[in-house]
């Protein structure tokens, strides 16, 4: 949803202070951020999308099939896993 929203001039210098000490965040990831946790404080259920990210060079290994899950597992536990 896209909206425009006045902020109070301690939201917003609270804003800016935390785009300092997270500069690779974006405003949008800051504001959503700062309201889902508002909302979850006063027990809002807020879900947030689960997300995995890779560290700077990582690449899969070679061989190693990913659309199959059983046989994923199997090659890291065993075939014990069952």
Do not use: W
Not at 27 to 33: A, R, T, W, Y
Not at 55 to 62: D, E, G, L
């Amino acid at each position: 949803m896209r909206t425009t929203l006045t902020l109070d001039d301690e939201a917003s210098l609270g804003l800016l202070r935390l785009r300092k000490k997270h500069p690779d965040k974006s405003f949008k990831e800051l504001v959503n951020e700062v309201i889902k946790k508002g909302l979850a404080a006063n027990g809002e259920q807020v879900k947030v999308a689960f997300k995995i990210r890779a560290k700077n060079n990582a690449k899969p290994k070679s061989g190693v099939n990913f659309d199959c899950i059983s046989s994923l597992i199997s090659s890291v536990e065993g075939d014990f896993h069952k």
